[in-house]
């Protein structure tokens, strides 16, 4: 069977059993701070298992992407070298919310993988592992499906302390968790490797293929495990090695789908080693960074984007291994949407994007190898033996992403050696530091303690009543909060929008007359809206009833900028591509911030034509529309959802502008007409990280007052320049060209003066075993000056070593000069090193020239007769 069969047979197997197939949610985790990246198929059900989440199902089934190569599921290092590691690879799986049990899941597994409907695999070939505890499990196995006990292997606590097993799955540190059974494949006596729990287990022969968890207990922060009200499971198996199994291959790159990827990296980067390891690195690689581009990460270098320009690194340091000399890696995404576009319509979709990210990624890669060698060639004229050194090594593939083998190859050449041990050790530093900013770590029980849903109201009004359901003071829950203690407000029912979707939440008061209660903000916690800020007046209690009055000109200016957000995303899209998805956003009642994927500054012409459409649909003035309708459908209409959101069954749908200009998904406040809106202005665009970029701007009254703010700054400038409004422009530019040509002016009259300071001091040089020796200070004297009057004094003296010295206010700059028949024998920047810390800084620079810059003037002088006695003891 191909690989594509295997996954489709999986899913019409358990849909057969009444399962929903579920689609593969994003790599980027929605709303997970423990999770760098999706590495299972049970991340997108997680608070279905925790019980803050209700589906229409109780059964589901996926095929869900994943990817383990940052933080603390990382197979980086050994993908291309090990039969079954992969950066990318796809989890088979089946999941019951408190429905069937350890007898279904169990019996379920074994139809599928043996029966002859299926997979018809040889129950001889297979044996099963249970946790040593679980009787129940071991019981099912041998009494009910028929396992011999020799097939049947328990396995206890083999990791250090209570539950720390191979067959004891945890979510987390605290949260769900339970004892699992895995299925494992005896692929023959001819590959070394033993039965699990024995110290052969690391061996290749038995493999495991199947993963069911029983998820039976809430493990809490003191250990303490509590039994869960419905026990549920979770299942996994990997697609990949599923397939090598049948397709009768050993190691998962022999399958049809790695084949295939793998001849056409041979062809793009031209090698004829088609057994080369740095083939299945990227073939490997390509399906990584392919998914991860086309669901939202950009190459950065930080965070998921670090992770991902890691990856497309390694894959191109490979290329140059195999000797491709051209751009080759983003040829291959072609090939792979070939391999997997019918599964992943997303990747056909944004093939286009993929390619031209991973294209410029490499573009750039090539610049850097250009600077690495270029470090690299500085490095060793400035060494001191015939040992590059570990840090310069790692700086190189670190910094600039030089390959290790590379370097290490120009320095066979001339003849060096690499310092192995001080390079492996500055990779472990930094191994421990990623391991430290990767540490995602949640309490999954350390929530407030809250019981019943806040019915939000202010979608129809700013004002109602809301009877007081609980009270918090420092996180604690109390009776009362009384004049002048700050607090949260837990209503039953509530007009006041909870900070969520970029929205900033409402402010305002709640009272009952007796007892006042200003609303600083409201955010959310579960389905409870809490209400943040300081009791004013009097004493409330739980069980009040309080008279909920949001804050109307706040609220409206939101709501205004919030409506704006979705008619700039769709006016960015239709400029720049469909590419473009949102990153974040921030709506405040003064300003809105949209930060949205795009892999290079805007241009004003951009800028000018997003802004123009937006206003267009605001001047069109077609009314804002918002309908509940289920997810699925509102997806089949053209919703779009957000990336890193989660959304319940039923979702509110968002449409603004005309002929559907603009529909999202979204929860928040909004104008009832886009002409509500008023205007738009775009008030600058930046970058935030590396492919991705940020638009603010204004709406309404911030606009207008943005607007009258510009024309006082140009009233200003007009006043300044002795204009009018209508030609203030004319006249600054004639005030900035005549500035520019006074600076002009200055600079010639200032490399002049140093010139001739230059040919004075000429005289004041002393000579040291026939080279000539000068230390001088130019008072007043920029760089350009210096480095014309250390021409000048090389020209005069001939052989000569020179270093001088300038300062202005607080700024100290250091040049030291070296003749070119000298610079074998003494280098320029030895000499600013060694004289820069006198002026409190640091520089250097070339053999014959070397610059240093300082803040310590006084330390001038100290430098200068430094240079001395450093000239008498070297030359």
């Known amino acids: 069977m191909k ?145 011999a006990a020799d097939k049947i292997i328990r396995i206890g606590d083999n990791k250090g302390e209570k539950y720390a097993s191979d067959n004891f799955w945890q979510m987390g540190d605290t949260g769900p968790c339970g004892p699992c059974t895995e299925i494992f494949f005896d692929h023959g006596e001819h590959i070394w490797g033993g039965k699990p729990g024995t110290p052969e287990e690391d061996g290749d022969r038995f493999i495991e293929i199947w993963n069911n968890v029983f998820m039976q207990y809430n493990r809490h922060a003191d250990g303490t495990m509590e039994p869960l009200p419905k026990p549920s499971v979770d299942t996994g198996m990997g697609l990949e090695r599923i397939s090598a199994i049948m397709q009768g291959v050993h190691a998962n790159y022999e399958i049809d789908l790695f084949q295939s990827l793998i001849q056409a990296a041979a062809d793009v980067t031209g090698t004829k080693d088609i057994d080369s390891k740095s083939l299945l690195v990227i073939a490997d690689h390509i399906r990584s960074c392919s998914f991860l581009i086309s669901d939202g990460v950009m190459p ?4 998921r984007g670090y992770v991902l320009r890691r990856i497309i690194r390694r894959a191109l340091r490979h290329g140059h291994i195999l000797g491709a000399t051209d751009l080759f890696f ?38 850097t190898l250009d600077n690495g060698m270029k470090l690299l060639e500085t490095a060793i004229s400035e060494l001191k033996g015939d040992i590059i050194a570990g840090e310069t090594v790692f700086k190189l593939y670190d910094t600039y992403g030089f390959p290790v083998d590379l370097t290490a190859d120009i320095a066979r050449e001339k003849n060096l050696k690499v310092d192995e041990a001080g390079f492996a050790t500055c990779m472990e530093e930094q191994k421990s530091k990623a391991r ?11 929530t407030l303690n809250l019981d019943g849903t806040t019915d939000f109201t202010g979608y129809e009004s700013l004002l109602n009543q809301g009877k007081v359901i609980a009270l918090f003071r420092d996180g604690n829950a109390v009776d009362a909060l009384t004049a002048g203690e700050a607090g949260m407000v837990v209503l039953d029912s509530t007009p006041f929008y909870g900070e969520s979707g970029g929205q900033v939440g409402d402010t305002g008061v709640l009272t009952n007359g007796a007892s006042e209660f200003i609303v600083s903000n409201t955010t959310k916690e579960q389905k409870n809206h809490l209400h943040h800020g300081e009791v004013k007046a009097g004493t409330l209690k739980v069980g009040d009833t309080l008279s909920a009055n949001v804050d109307a000109h706040k609220r409206q200016q939101t709501a205004l900028h919030h409506s704006a957000t979705h008619l700039l995303h769709a006016a960015l899209r239709n400029t720049l591509g469909d590419h473009v998805q949102q990153k974040g956003s921030l709506c405040t009642p003064d300003r809105l911030r949209f930060d949205f994927a795009h892999f290079e500054a805007m241009t004003a012409d951009e800028l000018k034509t997003v ?90 009254e911030a606009a207008y007052d943005y607007i009258s703010q510009m024309e006082n700054t140009i009233n200003a400038i007009a006043a300044q320049v002795k204009s009018n409004r209508d030609s203030v422009l004319e006249k600054v530019e004639a005030a900035v060209a005549k500035s520019r040509q006074l600076e002009k002016d200055v600079q010639q009259l200032k490399t002049k003066l140093a010139s001739g300071a230059g040919t004075d001091l000429a005289a004041g040089a002393k000579e040291i075993n026939g080279i000539k020796v000068l230390a001088a200070q130019l008072d007043g004297a920029d760089v350009p000056a210096m480095r014309g009057a250390m021409d000048q004094l090389k020209n005069k003296l001939g052989s000569a070593v020179i270093l001088l010295a300038s300062s202005e206010g607080e700024k100290v700059t250091l040049i030291a000069g070296v003749t070119k028949d000298l610079t074998s024998k003494v280098k320029a920047g030895d000499i600013v090193k060694e004289m820069a810390p006198y002026v409190d800084g640091r520089g250097g620079g070339k053999p014959d020239l070397a610059q240093a810059g300082g803040k310590k003037p006084e330390g001038i002088k100290d430098a200068l007769a430094a240079f001395d006695k450093w000239a008498e003891a070297n030359l």
Not at 32 to 54: H, I
Not at 82 to 93: I, Y
Not at 300 to 303: I, L, Q, R, T
Not at 330 to 358: F, R, S, T
Request: proline letters at 2%; hydrophobic letters at 35%.
């Open 3 to 147: 690989t594509a069969e295997i996954r489709q047979a999986f899913l019409d197997y358990f849909a057969s059993k009444q399962h929903e197939v579920v689609a593969s949610s994003s790599l980027i985790p929605g709303n997970d701070p423990t999770l760098m990246f999706t590495n299972a198929g049970m991340n997108q059900f997680k608070d279905v298992f925790l019980g803050q989440d209700d589906r229409s199902y109780t059964r589901a089934t996926s095929s869900q992407r994943c990817v383990r190569a940052g933080g603390k599921h990382n197979d980086l290092e050994n993908v291309g070298y090990t039969a079954r590691h992969h950066t990318f690879f796809e989890m088979l799986g089946n999941f019951s919310f408190g429905d069937y049990f350890k007898q279904d899941a169990i019996k379920y597994a074994w139809e599928f993988l043996t029966s002859k409907e299926w997979l018809n695999l040889p129950e001889e070939k297979l044996l099963v592992t249970v946790y040593a505890d679980d009787d129940e499990a071991y019981d099912i196995w041998h009494k009910e499906m028929g396992l």
């Open 300 to 303: 950065s270098n930080e965070g």
């Open 330 to 367: 983003y040829k291959l995404v072609g090939p792979l949407v070939k391999e997997m576009g019918e599964a992943y319509p997303e990747l056909v979709k944004n093939q286009p994007h993929v390619e031209k990210i991973l294209k410029l990624e490499e573009e750039q890669f090539a610049k």
């Open 436 to 446: 430290a900013a990767s540490n995602f770590k949640v309490d999954y029980t350390d």
């Open 611 to 700: 802004e123009t459409i937006v206003n267009q649909q605001i001047r069109i003035n077609t009314p804002v529309s918002t309908k509940l309708m289920d997810i699925e459908a509102a997806k089949a209409e053209g919703a779009m959802a957000l990336f890193g959101e989660k959304y319940d069954d039923e979702v509110r749908v968002l449409s603004m502008g005309s002929e559907q200009f603009s529909v999202e998904l979204c929860g928040g406040t909004h104008a009832n007409r886009t002409g509500d809106i008023g205007f738009l202005k775009i008030i600058s665009e930046s970058g935030t990280a590396a492919g991705v970029r940020r638009v603010e701007a204004v709406v309404g």
